[in-house]
């Protein structure tokens, strides 16, 4: 069974970056990966993806902000988030984009003064 570990998350104040790792214990060489996140009371939401071939996508709201990369070796997936905003404050979770595994714990993300 796949396990999903993510970490890096933390508080930061607005305008801040921080820089999310995903670990897959099983290869994820020629695995579609993504980024999702769930603030409290809303649902999940995916916020970027990244094919084996590295084509990102972005939802509009991060688009400009974050930087999706993954590195098929190590077996990780990277976030790297700027100009953070307190709107993007939430768990964020990774997992495979086209046939999801049992989701991580996710790694908490509070973007505040």
């Known amino acids: 069974q796949v396990q999903l570990v993510e970490s890096g998350g933390g508080l930061v104040q607005p305008g801040g970056s921080l820089r999310l790792s995903c670990t897959v214990s099983?290869?994820?060489?020629?695995?579609?990966m993504a980024w999702y996140r769930q603030a409290p009371g809303e649902q999940r939401e995916l916020v970027a993806r990244?094919?084996?071939?590295?084509?990102?996508n972005y939802s509009d709201s991060v688009k400009g902000r974050f930087t999706i990369s993954r590195d098929n070796v190590k077996g990780a997936v990277y976030l790297q988030m700027d100009s953070l905003k307190p709107e993007d404050t939430a768990v964020y979770y990774c997992?495979?984009?086209?046939?999801?595994?049992?989701w991580g714990q996710g790694t908490q993300v509070t973007v505040s003064s």
């Open positions: 990244i094919t084996t071939g590295s084509t990102t």
């Open positions: 997992n495979n984009y086209r046939s999801p595994w049992s």
């Open positions: 099983g290869t994820i060489f020629g695995i579609y």
